[in-house]
């Protein structure tokens, strides 16, 4: 009898950890922050590296992959020809189906830029010009399609193409429009109605999806918008809270400019918010607090150019902040901060960390070089202490977003995505 129950109470574990397993359902994972839950991740590695579960091609791009209920989502491009939702078995590699649809041209870094959103039976990608797709993943077809550029007067592309990743809030999807008519747009997710459009944001159209941040217990989005010029001469540009359910615009903030701000806006706490970019921008620390007569008032807590993020947003862990530091003005590698502003490490050019992707998971980091390198590192504020590493990668610019599922994490160069056994697996 007592074989029997604990063969049964194995049995329930089994399930439940299938069941339960976090998936990563867009950029930056469940919660858009780079975090996983997922405990039981390998310490040590062989020198080759975590084991390759499988490898699959791909065109050039930047897109990350998203995964949900056993299926991989990521948004390939060709520029002759268009995009290509391209969706997986999660545990096999094994390619699906696809959805495309005709969008060519070319700009500066050919490929994709964005990931797909997954929530419950559909899929929501945005591609470069600016086509915004909701693909219902039972029948493979679209049920909506929208343009966030065109739609709502934009004109000449920006330079690196629109980068916008959709965000789910309640029954609403979320994109960052900016252009001279609407700052940021939101669609019902099912049907597609436009539910609400901000004013035109001040400041050019730069690279940063909508984030949500924590002020007073109440959930706001936070947008930034991009300056006119670089370092000392930027000027123009906005960090700006809005109302998720009305796109009431709520506070701005203009202390801070970046003339291609890329990372999203961090959620550190207590009101508090981290913005950060390359271009000699570095790093503000606002916070933002509900005043006596329902409005809301920013203040600088620091702002300070010796860290900062130049393609994606700082992992908060432990009241500290861990980042990638190479930019075109700077190298200070992979770097790390604390809640007063203040640098505790940098790896310089030993080693070098250039706009790659990281993670954090079980206490620790997964993080790509930006080239051919994968590491496993232990955040701590009292120095840099990599604790595996290995070659996995293709050299080039290979700058896009991790994802963990099941011990399982995805990678990409400029001609494939592979997943690497890097956790006790649960499935």
């Known amino acids: 009898m007592k074989s029997t129950a604990r063969l049964i109470a194995l049995i329930v574990t089994l399930s439940v950890a299938y069941v339960f397993a976090e998936d990563w359902p867009q950029y930056y994972g469940p919660r ?30 930047f897109g990350g992959p998203a995964v949900s209920q056993g299926k991989l989502y990521l948004l390939d491009r060709d520029e002759k020809v268009g995009d290509t939702l391209r969706v997986y078995d999660f545990a096999t590699g094994k390619e699906l189906w696809t959805f495309a649809y005709n969008a060519p041209g070319s700009f500066m870094f050919p490929g994709s830029r964005t990931s797909p959103t997954v929530d419950g039976d559909r899929a929501y990608i945005c591609g470069p010009l600016g086509d ?43 994109v960052g429009s900016q252009t001279s008519q609407a700052g940021v747009v939101a669609y019902d997710k099912l049907t597609g109605e436009l539910k609400w459009q901000t004013p035109a944001l001040a400041g050019a159209t730069g690279y940063v999806s909508p984030s949500v941040v924590k002020v007073g217990g109440e959930d706001q989005l936070v947008m930034v918008m991009a300056a006119q010029g670089f370092g000392r001469t930027a000027a123009g540009g906005s960090v700006n809270g809005i109302d998720p359910l009305s796109g ?22 207590e009101g508090r918010v981290l913005i950060t970019g390359g271009y000699n921008a570095g790093t503000s620390m606002i916070k933002v607090e509900k005043k006596a007569d329902g409005s809301y008032g920013v203040t600088e807590l620091f702002k300070t150019v010796e860290f900062g993020a130049h393609t994606q947003p700082p992992i908060l862990y432990r009241d500290h902040f861990y980042a990638q530091y190479t930019t075109n003005e700077r190298s200070d590698g992979f770097i790390c901060m604390g809640m007063d502003g203040k640098v505790r490490w940098k790896t310089g050019e030993n080693p070098a960390f250039v706009r790659g992707g990281s993670l954090l998971a079980d206490g620790l980091l997964l993080s790509t070089d930006g080239s051919t390198m994968l590491y496993l590192i232990e955040p701590d504020p009292s120095g840099f202490k990599p604790l595996a590493s290995a070659v996995l990668l293709e050299q080039g610019t290979n700058w896009a977003p991790l994802a963990l ?19 006790q697996q649960s499935r």
């Open 32 to 61: 858009r922050d780079a975090s996983s839950t997922e405990k039981g991740l390998l310490r040590t590695w062989p020198k080759e590296g975590p084991r390759v579960v499988w490898t699959v091609p791909l065109g050039p791009g």
């Open 405 to 423: 599922v099941d011990g399982k994490l995805l990678i990409r160069d400029q001609k494939q995505m592979k997943c690497l056994q890097v956790g």
């Open 132 to 174: 915004l797709y909701s693909i219902d993943v039972n029948t493979h077809k679209p049920v909506w399609h929208k343009n966030v550029w065109t739609d709502f007067g934009g004109g000449a592309l920006p330079r690196w193409a629109i980068t916008q990743n959709p965000l789910v809030y309640r029954n609403l999807l979320i």
């Open 248 to 269: 009431k615009v709520l506070w701005t903030y203009t202390n801070w400019q970046c003339g291609i701000p890329v990372p999203h806006a961090v959620d550190a706490g």
